[in-house]
Nanobody
Framework: QVQLVESGGGLAQAGGSLRLSCTVS????????VGWFRQVAGKDREFVAA????????SYADSVKNRFIISRDHAKNTVYLQMDNLKPEDTAIYYC?????????????WGQGTQVTVSS
């Protein structure tokens, strides 16, 4: 079992920055990837960014490319999402999730989420 705890959300002005953290605990040896997703009430959860656990290769949604960076602190088993040049449309609850074992497994083991609100 793997547990995820997100933190770091809050209120920011447009153009500002926030850094989210996702601390991973438990059986980390079979993690394939860690991803950040976001969800607005009434809409589906959408992909934001992801990182392969073994080599930290990252991928991003087009809407956040060149503004958000996903990174990992090996010693702390923590994955970060640095969000710069925030826009009001980035307002959402942000969740981290993991793929276990392979790329074909859907993301799961979601954390509780952290609210990000960007004012214009």
């Amino acid at each position: 079992q793997v547990q995820l705890v997100e933190s770091g959300g809050g209120l920011a002005q447009a153009g500002g920055s926030l850094r989210l953290s996702c601390t991973v605990s438990g059986r980390t040896d079979r993690i394939y990837a860690v991803g950040w997703f976001r969800q607005v009430a009434g809409k589906d959860r959408e992909f934001v960014a992801a990182m392969l656990w073994i080599n930290q290769r990252a991928s991003y949604a087009d809407s956040v490319k060149n503004r958000f960076i996903i990174s990992r602190d090996h010693a702390k088993n923590t994955v970060y999402l640095q969000m710069d040049n925030l826009k009001p449309e980035d307002t959402a609850i942000y969740y981290c999730g993991i793929k276990m074992g392979s790329s074909s497994v859907p993301y799961g083991s979601w954390g509780q989420g952290t609210q990000v609100t960007v004012s214009s």
